[in-house]
């Protein structure tokens, strides 16, 4: 590892949403950030984090474009050797939100738009990095999936499952390969997080689990850069579940 490293963080365009709090966090422990959405208001997360004191570069990019992430990786690569690699984009990229709907009035194109935006992107984004960070014998990939899909499930809500279960069976494939090389690749699981986009019944929901409230993004990004550096090296192809509890509840009358 050098002694200036760049970490690149996507989805990181909401001022109030995982991505950007975690980009906050990796600067404040010393990264050269390469942020990115696919709007042009990562520039002015640029702009905050930079306020701050901290080195930072924007790129709007649409991930499910493999020519708009060969772009993202030249910006970032040019910038130094990036070491850190966080897959938070997905959910609402492209300002998209999965519909809900049994089974069989889900459309091939919303299932198809789903695992794009949800797991495509992240298989494209680690490609484009993987390969240098393994031939620098380092690197750190966190892919953020969700306990929907990995752990549990909304009824309706098909796609989106399917894809963040994906992104962990991603992870573990990834893992397998990159580990022999110092590259380690793991998975985190949000529950109910208090994000600027988190609705009414989300916040109620976050009421009911053991801890009695939603995360925050910044707990969130607590984990991940724990991941992302190198006191994560023996943690290897892991889902790390953060939901407050919520997963292991047993009786829901107790």
């Known amino acids: 590892m050098t002694a200036r490293t760049v970490a690149v963080v996507t989805g990181a365009g909401s001022p109030t949403g995982i991505g950007f709090a975690t980009a906050r966090a990796l600067a404040r422990v010393g990264h050269c950030l390469m942020i990115v959405s696919t709007t ?13 004191g901290h080195e ?13 992430v060969e772009r993202l990786h030249e910006h970032a690569e040019a910038l130094g050797d990036v070491s850190v690699l966080v897959n938070n984009a997905g959910m609402a ?35 484009a990095f993987l390969l240098g960070m393994k ?4 690197g750190r990939v966190v892919n953020v999936a969700s306990t929907t899909g990995a752990v ?8 989106y499952a399917a894809a963040k279960a994906g992104l962990v069976g991603f992870t573990r494939a990834i893992a397998l390969e990159a580990a022999p090389h110092g ?3 793991n998975a985190i699981a949000p529950g109910w997080i208090a994000t600027g986009s988190q609705t009414e019944r989300e916040a109620a929901a976050g009421l009911r689990t053991p801890v009695r409230r939603s995360g925050s993004p910044q707990e969130i990004a607590a984990l991940i850069t724990f991941l992302a ?5 023996y943690v290897v192809g892991q889902l790390i579940v953060a939901d407050g509890g919520n997963s292991i509840i047993e009786d829901h009358n107790a």
């Open 40 to 52: 042009d208001r990562i520039k002015e997360r640029a702009v905050e984090l930079r306020a701050e």
């Open 56 to 68: 930072a570069h924007a790129v709007v990019a649409d991930l499910t474009s493999e020519p708009d």
């Open 93 to 127: 990229m492209l300002g998209e939100m999965d519909p809900l709907g049994n089974l069989e009035r889900l459309d091939l194109g919303a299932w198809q738009r789903s695992l794009e935006r949800n797991l495509t992107s992240a298989f494209l984004v680690t490609r």
């Open 135 to 138: 031939a620098r014998g380092y």
């Open 152 to 159: 549990s499930a909304v009824a309706g809500d098909t796609a």
């Open 183 to 185: 590259v380690t690749v």
């Open 229 to 233: 550096s190198p006191g994560a090296s």
